[in-house]
């Protein structure tokens, strides 16, 4: 039986946690770059579940493997072998970074970090971190320890506490922070929640070879940049540069939940048995719709469609800074971009999802544009001209 709009929104406002800044939108149905609402209205979707969509939503390839697996099997714990996980397997074997053959699997991009933060603590022995101001890694309490808000942490505190926070980008101040105690430095390539920063050139080599002088482990956040989204397979390859551990989700199983922690032979070896597990890691679904992600991306070398998608969409959204006095700057690598505003970008979300368009923000100012690789030039334009509108309409309100 479905529900109406209404009892969509009063089930969810009732009963869950109340966490998530709610947008009045309940949805139903998605397809490639679109997405329905409760009452059959559409959107472009330049949001993708948070990036998780990035090969568009529901797949046929998808789709079709986790029909043939759920009828196979759908449980199936890390203690026992399983055809689905062997799949898998094979298949990071021949995207991943060389180096990095050995693999966790968890739920979700929190469990990649959490799995990052304790082998780096196992292998070296050491204690302290250096994580990135504006950082996110996300909120369970190892995660939350790196994840620069201070607004997420306070209220949970005491967290990790030997984690050293530094500015993004400046590699003399990683330098700085680093001890003899440091068991790893954690960086995204592209922050994203902080607000869309791009890695400077040479910064991650920078850190590498800090890391390396040091003893530490350098540990490389791909959660939201990994899989094609920056027009790379991984967006560590712009810059050539490969970690000791790299941590994966979001666009892993375009949807179905998954966190995939890969690190070299000789870290992952470090754990014992016992030492970390996930009744869900693993799981034969999020196994096969990562399988069939990973064929669909390489089948349609959907990276450089995220290249070239990304490239026009920051060129147009660029025009819209060059004509508008209220945009500060636009940032970014592929498809993951952001619009920097002079104000807060609250009521653009709202009016453009008025308008058709689902977008998001990162930080108070920032819109953050995350479309599947799936979506049309056309659908790009349509964006960009929606939010003309809004900042003409928001131009004019500032005037009046
Ligand atoms: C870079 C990065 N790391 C970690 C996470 C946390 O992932 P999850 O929400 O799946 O736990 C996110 C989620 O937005 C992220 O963008």
Known sequence: MSLSRDEIIRWENSQLADVYHRRNLAVVRGKDA???DADGKQYIDCMAGFGAAFIGHCNEKV???LQTQAEKLIACHGSLYSEARAQLLRKLASIAPKGLDKVFLSNSGSEAVELALKVSRKFTGKKEFIAMMRSYHGKTMGSLSVTWNAK???????????????????S????????????????????????????????????RELADRQGALLIFDEIQT????????????HWNVTPDILCLAKAAGSGVPIGITLAGEEVMGSLKIGEHSATFGGNPLSCIATVATIDVLVEGRLWEAAARLGKHFSSRLRELGERHRIVREVRGLGLMLGMELRFDVLDILNKMLEKGVLIMNAGVKTLRFLPPCVISPSQLDTVVEKLEECLREKEASIAR
């Open 152 to 170: 997420y942490r306070a209220p949970f505190e005491p967290l990790i506490p030997q984690v050293k926070f530094v500015p993004y980008g400046r």
């Open 172 to 207: 003399e101040e990683v330098r700085k922070a680093l001890t003899a105690d440091t068991a790893a430095i954690i960086v995204e390539p592209v922050q994203g929640e902080g607000g869309v920063y791009v890695a400077p050139e040479g910064y991650l080599k920078e850190l």
């Open 226 to 237: 990994g899989f094609g989204r920056t027009g790379k397979m991984f967006a560590l390859e």
């Open 63 to 65: 789709v079709k493997a």
């Open 34 to 36: 679109l997405i329905w």
